[in-house]
């Protein structure tokens, strides 16, 4: 009786949130608002207008672009830099990434994990992912997927919350991941509003892969010395 109250609870509440986040993207849309956030130079000129109120504005944009997967986190990013530049500008859109993550693995946690735990097929495989040899590759691909702006974050924020993978380990996965994607993106915050959609591509093919070279050393660096070990 208590798992089936609870079991609907979790459904009311999931409809309540999955409700009010469409009721918002449609008042987004209707406002004109959506479009804004679309729009670099629009964006940065009414960001820029808010005064003490624009950093703020920053964080709650970048959570609701995490939150809410059609609205784009990148043109937040962007007008963040170029108006607050590298070190601020970072900071603003770390805090807003961060807490958009923390939010989305909170919300598919609460209310999709007991129900795909359910599964007698999928069971076997959540049990195997809650080992904490697991758990570490977890956080390898959580951080990895950080490091490369074509990899969608609330996609891959919102399927952690349905693993095993403890929440501790997410915020250090992805907050490790983060900073240095959001750094780069928010120095070039400039060029890359200018930048054409070819340009923007080819910026972000470029940051990808120096937010990844740091992993891909060490890959080599652990397969290198595999080698010499099991030569000698």
């Given at each position: 009786?208590?798992?089936?109250?609870?079991?609907?609870?979790?459904?009311?509440?999931?409809?309540?949130?999955?409700?009010?986040?469409?009721?918002?993207?449609?008042?987004?849309?209707?406002?004109?608002?959506?479009?804004?956030?679309?729009?670099?130079?629009?964006?940065?000129?009414?960001?820029?207008?808010l005064g003490v109120w624009g950093p703020l504005t920053i964080i709650a944009m970048m959570i609701a672009a995490i939150v809410m997967s059609p609205i784009p986190s990148g043109p937040i990013a962007m007008v963040?830099?170029?108006?607050?530049?590298?070190l601020w500008g970072?900071?603003?859109?770390?805090?807003?990434?961060?807490?958009?993550?923390?939010?989305a693995f909170g919300i598919a946690r609460l209310l999709g994990y007991e129900v795909i735990h359910r599964w007698s097929r999928i069971r076997p495989m959540l049990d195997w992912l809650?080992?904490?040899?697991?758990?570490?590759?977890?956080?390898?691909v959580v951080f990895a997927s950080r490091l490369v702006p074509f990899i969608s974050f609330d996609a891959v924020s919102y399927a952690a919350g349905l693993t095993p993978l403890a929440f501790w380990r997410f915020l250090i996965a992805t907050l490790a991941g983060v900073v240095?994607?959001?750094?780069?993106i928010v120095m070039f915050g400039e060029v890359l509003i200018t930048a054409d959609s070819r340009g923007l591509t080819v910026a972000l093919?470029?940051?990808?892969?120096?937010?990844?070279?740091?992993?891909l050393a060490k890959l080599v660096w652990a397969l290198h010395r595999k080698r010499r070990t099991s030569s000698n």
């Amino acid at each position: 009786m208590a798992s089936t109250l609870g079991v609907k609870h979790r459904l009311i509440l999931g409809a309540s949130v999955l409700i009010g986040l469409v009721t918002l993207y449609w008042i987004l849309m209707e406002t004109g608002a959506l479009s804004t956030l679309t729009n670099k130079q629009a964006l940065r000129e009414w960001v820029g207008q808010l005064g003490v109120w624009g950093p703020l504005t920053i964080i709650a944009m970048m959570i609701a672009a995490i939150v809410m997967s059609p609205i784009p986190s990148g043109p937040i990013a962007m007008v963040a830099g170029a108006i607050y530049g590298p070190l601020w500008g970072t900071v603003y859109v770390v805090l807003g990434a961060e807490a958009g993550a923390l939010l989305a693995f909170g919300i598919a946690r609460l209310l999709g994990y007991e129900v795909i735990h359910r599964w007698s097929r999928i069971r076997p495989m959540l049990d195997w992912l809650g080992k904490e040899r697991s758990q570490t590759g977890l956080m390898l691909v959580v951080f990895a997927s950080r490091l490369v702006p074509f990899i969608s974050f609330d996609a891959v924020s919102y399927a952690a919350g349905l693993t095993p993978l403890a929440f501790w380990r997410f915020l250090i996965a992805t907050l490790a991941g983060v900073v240095p994607t959001a750094y780069l993106i928010v120095m070039f915050g400039e060029v890359l509003i200018t930048a054409d959609s070819r340009g923007l591509t080819v910026a972000l093919i470029l940051l990808s892969g120096i937010t990844l070279l740091p992993l891909l050393a060490k890959l080599v660096w652990a397969l290198h010395r595999k080698r010499r070990t099991s030569s000698n």
